[in-house]
């Protein structure tokens, strides 16, 4: 194995909203908001479904629920491979699943940075952004920024959106199967 080469990692001391920022920064900073939120109900819809599969008798539930995407595909794929009554459903399901996990993957942009600072003269608002990755003992840095632009922002919860409504499907099919206890209190 070759030693990595040391990198150094720019953190900017701004505030936010900071004076350097472009007029129209305020949409960007809305959208990383609106994408924070729509990933996040998507993960929960996504959690809130394992946790119903888990309950399964076919599905003995993990020691720990996976916070790692690719263990929550492997969950899922199981799940519609194993459970008789899902197995019906297994191809749109694992498809729909691939696609969460490669939208996570791609979400990235916005999840696991350091913010820069926008991007001067571009034509809508773009900040250069750091990517973070943590591995086993370490964190992977990107060798340079990448730039974000509000239109990735924008696409990124559109994708989200899309994602959740296509997973109530299965959250539909999922209820239908294993229904709650009837005296489980509703929020």
Known sequence: MTP???IVV???????????????AH???AALGML??????????????????VKFPQIA????????????????????SEVGVLQLHAERAVALMKCIVDSARDRNFAAHVIWG??????????MY??????????????????PVSLSMVRDAISAANQHNLEMEEFTVLLKSLLPPPTNASRL
């Open 36 to 53: 924070s939120v729509a990933w996040g109900r998507l993960e929960g819809h996504v959690n809130g479904n394992l946790l119903t599969i």
């Open 4 to 6: 990595q080469e040391p």
């Open 10 to 24: 720019s953190i900017p001391a701004h505030h936010t909203p900071h004076p350097s920022d472009p007029p129209d």
């Open 129 to 146: 952004a750091t990517i973070l990755q943590p591995r086993k003992g370490t964190i992977e840095v990107t060798n340079s920024p990448i």
């Open 61 to 80: 539930p993990p020691h720990k629920m996976p916070t790692k995407w690719d263990e929550r595909r492997k969950l899922w794929e199981r799940a519609f």
């Open 27 to 29: 949409e960007f900073y």
């Open 117 to 126: 600072e926008f991007v001067a003269g571009a034509p809508e608002p773009t």
